[in-house]
């Protein structure tokens, strides 16, 4: 049972453009939802995360939106560039330990 | 320093073979995980270990054998390994969470696993 589903799965977008990943989940238990980006061949970097009493989090050119009636939380990356092309996972963890559980994940391609 | 450093960077072993995965942190972090990630896949937790006791095993099969030696190191011993186990295998480290603990948890660059 996926209990964080991701989508798109991949996604190309112009450079400038605003690529939006969507993720939800079905536990309400989850309390903190990070997102990473990963290279070909590194481990996943953390990007931004939120916790479920904020709306909206910003930081630099990535925004997470956050709706908890709805169990959903998406990434914005606004004034995208070709250096942003990566893979994008979203997760959720509860309480205790940061042990992640992830989304499959969305393949970003910014075209010059 | 948030960095998270693993050994080595490439491996391929045997399926007789015994080989070991080292991670190492340096953040005074106390909470040290395994993942394993196929190729186009998430990563999948295998291992936690809090203040160097294991915390939780995902049902992870015996030929995969994590030890803690102290706070700043995690081990993963490998044994009789199957070529279905090649595969990327990530540490993370993190603070255990409590009332206001940075939960944020920081990856290694994994290493790439090819069982032959």
């Known amino acids: 049972q996926q209990q964080v589903k991701q989508s798109p799965q991949s996604l190309i977008v112009q450079k400038g453009g605003i690529p939006i990943i969507n993720c939800a989940y079905e536990?309400?238990?989850?309390?903190?939802f990070p997102w990473y980006q990963q290279f070909p061949g590194k481990g996943p970097a953390l990007l931004i995360a939120?916790?479920?009493?904020?709306s909206e989090k910003k930081e630099g050119r990535f925004t997470i939106s956050f709706n908890k009636s709805a169990k959903q939380f998406s990434l914005h990356i606004m004034d995208s560039q070709p250096g942003d092309s990566a893979t994008y996972f979203c997760a959720a963890s509860i309480g205790g330990y940061s042990t992640l559980t992830f989304g499959k994940g969305t393949m970003l391609l910014v075209s010059p | 320093d948030t960095e998270v450093t693993q050994t080595p960077k490439h491996l391929v072993m045997g399926m007789t073979n015994k080989k070991s995965l080292k991670c190492e942190q340096h953040m005074g972090h106390r909470a040290m995980y395994w993942y394993k990630q196929k190729a186009k896949k998430p990563p999948e937790l295998m291992f936690v270990?809090?203040?160097?006791?294991?915390?939780i095993n995902e049902s992870v099969p015996s030929r995969f054998s994590p030890e803690c030696p102290n706070s700043s190191l995690l081990n993963l011993h490998l044994h009789a390994l199957q070529p279905e186990d090649s595969a990327l295998y990530l540490c993370?480290?993190?603070?255990?969470?409590?009332?206001?603990?940075?939960?944020?948890?920081?990856f290694g660059q994994g290493t790439r696993l090819t069982v032959v």
């Open positions: 270990y809090s203040y160097e006791k294991l915390s």
């Open positions: 993370a480290s993190s603070q255990p969470r409590g009332d206001e603990s940075n939960t944020e948890a920081f």
């Open positions: 536990n309400t238990a989850f309390d903190y």
């Open positions: 939120i916790r479920p009493d904020v």
